[in-house]
């Protein structure tokens, strides 16, 4: 992705004073489902991140969550190294 920036303009945004309220979700302790990433390899793709045991591939949809409902999900990194693991899309 790139931005070309032109033309400078003046932001007029401002943070409101007051947020606006929202209720608090309905959550569980218990996940309603566990992400484990970790490193795999093979011959023909060399090492690569796994998710839950198969190769990360961004095209793929692993969940669905059903529209108004609540998730608590665990994630957990496996892998000998530092991933901050973060959520694509």
């Known amino acids: 992705m790139e931005f070309q920036v032109n033309t400078r303009v003046r932001d007029t945004s401002r943070v409101p004073a007051q947020l606006a309220h929202l209720e608090a979700l309905a959550t569980s302790a218990v ?4 992400w484990t990433f970790s490193l795999a390899a093979d011959a ?5 991140w796994a998710v839950n045991g198969r190769a990360f591939d961004p095209t793929r949809v692993d969940a669905t969550v059903p529209l108004g409902t609540t998730q608590t ?9 530092t991933h901050y693991i973060h959520l694509h899309e």
């Open 73 to 81: 999900w665990l994630l957990v990194n496996m892998s000998p190294i």
């Open 31 to 34: 996940p309603t489902m566990t």
């Open 44 to 48: 023909s793709k060399g090492t690569f």
